[in-house]
């Protein structure tokens, strides 16, 4: 995204902002350093804000392989 920020605006970067900063928060759906899934709901609102923003390719995929 920091590469690209320039070609967001308006309500794109609203969005990717928002993600930026659910990101940031400990106490949010699931404590981030007190759970082992703790960064889960992180990606998610991370994923649905790329795709909200046309941004797919961003997306994170947490599948083990």
């Known amino acids: ?3 690209s ?3 967001f605006e308006g309500d794109s970067e609203v969005i990717l902002k ?3 900063y659910y990101y940031a928060l400990d106490e949010d ?9 703790g960064f889960d709901d992180d ?15 961003l ?3 947490l599948t083990v392989r």
């Open 43 to 57: 990606v998610a609102i991370a994923n649905a804000c790329f795709n909200a923003v046309g941004r797919k390719d």
């Open 59 to 61: 997306y994170i995929d």
């Open 5 to 7: 920020w320039k070609d």
């Open 18 to 20: 928002a993600a930026m």
């Open 1 to 3: 995204v920091r590469d």
């Open 29 to 37: 759906e699931e404590s981030d350093t007190e759970s082992f899934l």
